[in-house]
């Protein structure tokens, strides 16, 4: 069992910039892949951004793309995601998730969420 717990969310101004943590808890899978989803008032949960276990592969949606950075600590069990250029279309709860398989596409536990909210 994994447990995983978000920080960092809050209220931020258009064009400002916030990071999240992801702190991971509990049975140690060496090799899983991580990521970020988020959920907007009314959406559907949309995938953010993930990493592999070693932090040299990372993949973004597009909306992010260039604003967002994905990376980990594995000796901490903590991941992150800088998020700078913050636009009001970010405004969502992020969820952050691990996949035991390493794979990217099986992702089996997830963190209860935190907000961010970007004013305009």
């Known amino acids: 069992q994994v447990q995983l717990v978000e920080s960092g969310g809050g209220l931020v101004q258009a064009g400002g910039s916030l990071r999240l943590s992801c702190a991971a808890s509990?049975?140690?899978?060496?090799?899983?892949?991580m990521g970020w989803f988020r959920q907007a008032p009314g959406k559907e949960r949309e995938f953010v951004s993930r990493?592999?276990?070693?932090?040299?592969?990372?993949y973004y949606a597009d909306s992010v793309l260039g604003r967002f950075t994905i990376s980990r600590d594995n000796a901490e069990k903590t991941m992150y995601l800088q998020m700078n250029s913050l636009k009001p279309e970010d405004t969502a709860i992020y969820f952050c998730t691990s996949d035991l398989t390493g794979t990217g596409s099986k992702w089996s536990y997830w963190g209860q969420g935190t907000q961010v909210t970007v004013s305009s």
């Open positions: 509990g049975r140690t899978y060496i090799g899983y892949a």
């Open positions: 990493i592999n276990w070693s932090g040299t592969s990372t």
